[in-house]
Structures are given as structure tokens and as C-alpha cells.
């Protein structure tokens, strides 16, 4: 039989009513008691890490996951993690960066509606879970309503629906139906290797989503700010130049020696700022490209890099190296 650990966090699963809404005060035991099947599938232990709505998500807390992880891995065959659902998709990929040549599942859930309500996706979504962390197969996944999407390419799409998160520009990797699970594709685990814990972040980065009108003068403020910025443009990506010149004041964060992410507010399909003279404008040598990844995993991932380098040249080699499937060409 295999032996599971179970990791709690918060969120919307470990809620009850409070004075002011649903707050997270679940414990592990309390969530366990509401599945007392699970017995039958595999050991389970379980540690609270923390019992905190997932908008107040910190990447600190990313660490204290990816190092409770990797203190009890060779204890354990899986994990599994119950999460809220805001920030679920930006822990998954930052796990998928700290935690990497990963040869045992590490499985990401929560739910819409807490596990101690009559009518609740909970049951289902941490059954699914700790059936998959049996699985031989090594990464970091999300499994909510019976799909598993890979941990860099997780998307929360909807804020109430059962299925509320899709993979994004990256198949499913597999589906769960009761006990079935029925996979998209062969997948490997890494072998002959040994896992790697890397938790240093630099979280002096920005997120910046472009609209008609944006001042050119608010890009002057991030410059004492931040060590890194992220871009969510138009379409395939391409930068204003005319009427308002966004252009030139990445330019400027650029020779300030900021490292800049262009990615699109389109969902799928990615930037290609090859297209376009808005896009070909970009300084292709120090402007870093983000191709198909998901907004939720550049953020992680430029705090993950600029932990490791503050080089911007190293910085947009290290963005741009394909890690757990994040980049697909």
C-alpha cells in the first residue's frame, strides 16, 4: 500500500461560515473525516502548513511547501497538497521551479465549496487527488474535477463552475473518472536522478497589463521598484510606440538593467512579436519572449530566475529554457 503525505494550506475547502464570510479553519483530521474511504486506497499522514485564504498567498509560503516537501520525500510516495483555488495555479508552477527532477506525483486541489457543506466538489476533487498521487509519475499537478493538467500550465478560467480550471496551450494529462484513470499521452518520470530544492526567489517583480492610455511616466516609477517586469500586451505581444510610447520606456527599464517579459492577455496560443512591426520593434536581444507560457507561471518562474541572477542576458536565457513543460514550440 502505498504511503501518502497530505500538506494543508487553506483555503475554500477548510472553510466554514464566519462573522464576515467563509474563512479557512479546517484541520487536516476534519478534512480526512469527511473521506473516511481513503483508508482503503493508501496511508495517509497529513502536517498543516498554514490555514490561510489563498488571495493572501505569499511566495515565502511557496518555499515553506517546496522544503516540507523535500525534507519528507524519501518517506513518502506522493503528495498531495489542498490549496484555494485564487492563487492555486501560481503555486503549482512555482513548485514546478523549486522542486525539479521530481520522480514521485506532487498534486495540487481544493475546491469551490467547502468540504463540510452538503453540496461539494471537495470529495470528489481530493479523492481524484490522492488517487493520482499513487500514480507512478513524477511532477507537479493539478487535479481538479477529474483532470490532471501539468503544474506550469494551469489556468483558473471560471470563479463559481465545478471546472474552474483548464491547461492552457498544453494537453490534459490525463482524466479521472471514479476509479479510472485514463491518460492523454505516455509520460515519463526522471530516473537515475535525485530531486533538487531550490527556493530562492527575488520578488521585486511587477505585472503589467497594457491598456489604451496607459502613461508612458507610470513605467518611471518601476524603475526604483523592481528587479523585473512583466508585460501582458496585445495580441501577439507587440508594444505601443505611437500616441503614447510604451516602447521606449521598456527600452530605458531595459538599460536600466530591469529584465522585461512580453506575453499577450490572449489565452491561448502565445506571443509571436515576429509578426508585426509593433512587435519587431522590441529589442530582441535583452527583451525577454515568453512563446506560449501562461501569465501564472512567468511570474513564479522571473522570481525563481532573478533568485538565481540578476544578469539580464542570463536572465532571458534562463526565462527561455523550456522547465516542466512550461514552453512548448
Known sequence: ????????????????EGENGLVPEMKAEEILSHLPGLNSLCQIDSKP???IDSTNMQPEYWADMAKS???????????????????????????????????????????????????????????DAVRFACEDIGGVYVVFDGRVIQGTRAIKLRTKSYDSFESINYPYIASIHEDDIKYNKSFHSPKNKEIKLDTSLCTDVSLVKLHPGIKPE??????????????ESYGSGGIPFQGRNILQ???????????????????????DIDIY????????????????????????KLMWVLGKTQDPHKVKEMMETPIADDITV
Request: charged letters at 20%; hydrophobic letters at 40%.
Open 249 to 271: 520606456k521598456l527600452n530605458e527599464l531595459t538599460e536600466c538593467g530591469i529584465s522585461v517579459v512580453i506575453t499577450t492577455q490572449c489565452l491561448e496560443e502565445g506571443e
Open 277 to 300: 512591426e509593433v512587435g519587431r520593434k522590441v529589442n530582441q536581444n535583452i527583451i525577454i519572449r515568453s512563446r506560449n507560457m501562461n501569465t501564472e507561471a512567468i511570474v513564479p
Open 69 to 127: 516537501i523535500y525534507e519528507k520525500y524519501n518517506d513518502y510516495d506522493g503528495f498531495v497538497i489542498t490549496h484555494g483555488t485564487d492563487t492555486m495555479a501560481y503555486t503549482s508552477a512555482a513548485l514546478s521551479y523549486m522542486l525539479q527532477d521530481v520522480d514521485k506525483p506532487i498534486v495540487i486541489t481544493g475546491s469551490q465549496i467547502p468540504i463540510a457543506f452538503k453540496k461539494t466538489d471537495a470529495k470528489r476533487n481530493i479523492s
Open 1 to 16: 500500500m502505498k504511503k501518502l503525505m497530505l500538506l494543508t494550506t487553506g483555503g475554500t475547502i477548510a472553510s466554514l
Open 218 to 231: 507610470f513605467f518611471d516609477f518601476l524603475k526604483n521598484q523592481c528587479k523585473g517586469i512583466v508585460i
Open 49 to 51: 502548513l498554514m490555514n
